[in-house]
């Protein structure tokens, strides 16, 4: 996958705006040839023609469905239709195109390219401000359905964070539990600042 600066593995798109725009992603495919024996590399190369069927895991990911591949390598456009997801589903939305030989499917599939894209939580309006918040500030909220956890489980939520927010308040309420059960639960809050990387110096 050829990017602007360096070569990446996939696609990973994570924004703080719910209203996901279409964009179009550029993937280059080489073929590795590995030397026979009794055979030249030159040979081999000027013999390679793979007539490869792509195909799409998703409907928001198009791309043609047929591509002819010489040992150079051939690029191709993929339409990521991100607009196409519902503002309202939350979570990590998961793709990806497969490359398989159209003479031979039996192989399998010879590349995979992964395309993830973050939907953030939508931030609604508080009904009611809290008295210890302070002069002038405005609240907000986050609300997320009610779920059983058992041990070990990990859910993990992903929230647009408005630009004027400072700090926040994070409430968790039992449904139904009964009072002589006792559960240990680790909230653990990572923060995600634009045009980086990482996420170690920002996690609490």
Same mark, same amino acid.
């Given at each position: 996958?050829?990017?602007?600066?360096?070569?990446?593995?996939?696609?990973?798109?994570?924004?703080?705006?719910?209203n !996901?725009?279409?964009?179009?992603?550029?993937?280059?495919? +080489?073929?590795?040839? #590995?030397?026979? +024996?009794?055979?030249t590399?030159?040979?081999?190369?000027?013999a390679?023609?793979?007539?490869?069927?792509?195909?799409c895991?998703?409907?928001?990911?198009?791309?043609?469905? #047929?591509? !002819?591949?010489?040992?150079?390598?051939? %690029?191709?456009?993929?339409?990521?239709?991100?607009?196409?997801?519902?503002?309202?589903?939350?979570?990590? #939305?998961?793709?990806?195109i497969?490359?398989?030989?159209?003479d031979?499917?039996?192989?399998g599939?010879?590349?995979?390219?992964?395309?993830?894209?973050?939907?953030?939580?939508?931030?609604?309006?508080? !009904?009611?401000?809290?008295?210890?918040?302070?002069?002038?500030?405005?609240?907000?909220?986050?609300g997320? %359905?009610?779920?059983?956890?058992?041990?070990?489980?990990?859910?993990?939520?992903?929230?647009?964070?408005?630009? %004027?927010?400072?700090?926040?308040?994070?409430?968790?309420?039992?449904?139904?539990?009964?009072?002589?059960?006792?559960?240990?639960?680790?909230?653990?809050?990572?923060?995600?600042?634009?045009?980086t990387?990482?996420?170690k110096? #920002?996690?609490?």
């Amino acid at each position: 996958l050829r990017g602007s600066s360096h070569s990446m593995r996939g696609v990973y798109v994570r924004s703080n705006d719910t209203n !996901l725009e279409d964009f179009e992603a550029s993937v280059f495919v +080489k073929p590795e040839l #590995h030397a026979m +024996k009794n055979r030249t590399m030159h040979d081999d190369r000027l013999a390679l023609e793979v007539h490869l069927e792509l195909k799409c895991s998703a409907s928001w990911l198009q791309c043609s469905p #047929h591509m !002819l591949v010489h040992a150079q390598g051939r %690029e191709f456009r993929v339409l990521v239709a991100a607009s196409s997801l519902d503002p309202l589903d939350e979570g990590v #939305h998961y793709a990806n195109i497969e490359g398989f030989d159209a003479d031979r499917p039996e192989l399998g599939a010879l590349f995979r390219i992964p395309f993830t894209i973050v939907q953030p939580t939508l931030c609604m309006a508080a !009904l009611s401000p809290r008295a210890s918040m302070p002069p002038g500030a405005s609240a907000i909220s986050v609300g997320t %359905e009610w779920r059983p956890f058992r041990a070990g489980d990990l859910i993990r939520h992903f929230v647009s964070v408005p630009s %004027e927010a400072s700090w926040m308040t994070v409430e968790i309420a039992a449904r139904g539990a009964s009072s002589k059960l006792s559960a240990l639960m680790c909230l653990h809050a990572v923060q995600l600042p634009l045009r980086t990387h990482t996420f170690k110096q #920002h996690q609490s």
